[in-house]
């Protein structure tokens, strides 16, 4: 089993900077691609970044490109997700997935990732 635990959501004004943290643990080793997702109320989940643990690369959903940075650190075994320069469309609940990918390395769909945490929400004020 493969348990992901989000951390580091809180307020913050519109312009400023956050990161989340999504710590891994339990039977992890077969899954190398992960993800950050959002879904702010009354709409779908939607992702924003995702990496290939294999090789490093990343890939962004245009809205946060330019913005936010999603990194490993594979000796902490710890998913982050910098976010900058937020937007008040920013605002929702952020997830961390994992899932083991075969070929296709990048995807921001929901329905790819099978392990998921129970969120973190992320509020941005005017």
């Known amino acids: 089993q493969v348990q992901l635990v989000e951390s580091g959501g809180g307020s913050v004004q519109a312009g400023g900077s956050l990161r989340l943290s999504c710590a891994t643990s339990?039977?992890?080793?077969?899954?190398?691609?992960m993800g950050w997702f959002r879904q702010a109320p009354g709409n779908e989940r939607e992702g924003v970044a995702d990496?290939?643990?294999?090789?490093?690369?990343?890939n962004y959903a245009d809205s946060v490109k330019g913005r936010f940075t999603i990194s490993q650190d594979n000796t902490k075994n710890t998913l982050y997700l910098q976010m900058n320069s937020v937007k008040p469309g920013d605002t929702g609940m952020y997830y961390c997935?994992?899932?083991?990918?075969?070929?296709?390395?990048?995807?921001?769909?929901?329905?790819?990732?099978?392990?998921w945490g129970q969120g973190t929400q992320v509020t941005v004020s005017t």
């Open positions: 997935a994992a899932r083991r990918c075969f070929g296709r390395y990048h995807s921001l769909l929901r329905g790819d990732y099978n392990y």
């Open positions: 990496v290939y643990i294999g090789d490093g690369s990343t």
């Open positions: 339990g039977n992890k080793y077969s899954l190398n691609c």
